[in-house]
């Protein structure tokens, strides 16, 4: 059997057959069962009708996010594991295996499993192309329309669909996230488009957060606005501040992570918490002309909180970058 890796970007593409081609988003990381049968937990393929269409201007382009998920649902679960299709916990790993999976219900999380364990027959593995990845999700290969596709777990109103999203002209079954449907518990809307699994949140009080951006490394990692949010913390290095937004965020190893807002519309103050109710990690006001940049040294698996803030009475569009 070959294994191999495709890519998904993080730019919408809207032509004919939808596709999602971002630079160097997701990937196929262990094709399973590619020359087994396809399998849905409905049984027999019942629909061949046509391709989903996203609403949306042509050129669209997204940013990573979790647009939609309810961080309620998902906080219990740990760094190290979080919860299959299934339910039940498994522990961090990949294989490369062409075993069939034993999953039951379709877009396993091959993320914090091996794929082998909770891909089902037909379904390969497609993570994001970071070093290491930082999501992942089963996806049924080859699929001839919506029909065909698994039904999502339960939770959430993201809905199956069947396109193209690794850019490699083979349709894949995948859970879609478009307009704000919120994905089933313990799954990110990845670039607001895809369920995805992703790591789960570390230890501490994450109940504030507005988004969760798993972990999510590069430019415009979150993109959005602070005018007319609520003014829920103040920042240690300049004092009061207006409207704010809150982002939690988790390293998959440990490190220095530098998070930035170059390329937001106005003077931002940013900074990092430990948690909801936990002290200021690091803070800055103005570090490339009017925009921030900090800091902050992490241990592998530990969420923290990012608030994008603005100085005086300043609010507007920010963009989130972390490296």
Same mark, same amino acid.
């Given at each position: *059997? ?24 997701? &990937? ?11 399998? /849905?937990?409905? @049984? ?9 269409? &996203? ?15 309810d961080l309620d649902t998902t906080s219990t679960l740990t760094a190290s594991t979080t919860l299959t299709?299934?339910?039940? +916990? ?5 294989? %490369? ?6 999953? !039951? ?16 027959? @037909? ?7 970071? *070093?290491?990845?930082?999501?992942? #999700?089963? /996806?049924?290969?080859?699929? @001839? =329309? ?16 069947? *396109? ?44 504030? +957060?507005?988004?969760?951006?798993? /972990? ?17 913390? !103040? /920042?240690?290095? &300049?004092?009061?501040?207006?409207? %704010? ?5 988790? +390293?998959?190893?440990? =490190? ?5 807002? &170059? ?8 900074y990092v918490l430990e948690d909801c109710v936990g002290p200021e990690l690091a803070c800055n006001d ?21 608030? #994008? ?15």
């Amino acid at each position: *059997m070959t294994y191999s890796h495709r890519t998904l970007c993080r730019t919408h593409r809207w032509a004919h057959r939808v596709a999602l081609l971002a630079g160097g988003a997701l &990937v196929l990381c262990a094709c399973l069962g590619d020359d087994l049968p396809m399998q /849905a937990d409905t @049984g027999e393929s019942t629909s061949t009708g046509p391709e989903p269409t &996203v609403s949306g201007p042509p050129g669209t382009t997204v940013a990573v996010s979790s647009s939609g998920v309810d961080l309620d649902t998902t906080s219990t679960l740990t760094a190290s594991t979080t919860l299959t299709s299934e339910g039940t +916990a498994g522990s961090s790993g990949s294989s %490369d295996s062409g075993e069939t999976g034993t999953g !039951e219900q379709g877009y396993g999380d091959c993320f914090n499993n091996p794929a082998k364990d909770v891909c089902l027959a @037909g379904e390969t593995c497609i993570d994001d192309a970071g *070093m290491p990845p930082g999501v992942g #999700v089963c /996806a049924l290969q080859d699929c @001839g =329309g919506e029909g065909e596709c698994p039904s999502p777990p339960p939770g959430g109103r993201a809905f199956p669909a069947c *396109m193209d999203v690794t850019g490699d002209s083979v349709d894949e079954c995948v859970l879609q996230c478009t307009g704000g449907a919120d994905c089933p518990p313990g799954m990110l809307c990845f670039s607001e488009f895809v369920c995805v699994w992703a790591p789960g949140l570390g230890t501490g009080d994450f109940s504030c +957060a507005d988004e969760n951006l798993g /972990a999510a490394l590069g430019d415009a990692v979150a993109m959005g606005t602070t005018a007319g949010q609520g003014d829920d913390f !103040e /920042a240690g290095c &300049v004092g009061q501040t207006p409207a %704010d937004v809150q982002l939690v965020w988790t +390293a998959l190893v440990g =490190g220095t992570y530098t998070f930035d807002t &170059v390329g937001s519309s106005y003077d931002t103050v940013l900074y990092v918490l430990e948690d909801c109710v936990g002290p200021e990690l690091a803070c800055n006001d103005d570090t490339v002309m009017y925009n921030s940049e900090v800091a902050v040294e992490l241990l592998a698996g530990q969420s923290v909180l990012i608030v #994008v803030d603005g100085y005086n009475n300043s609010t507007g569009s920010y963009t989130l970058n972390i490296h």
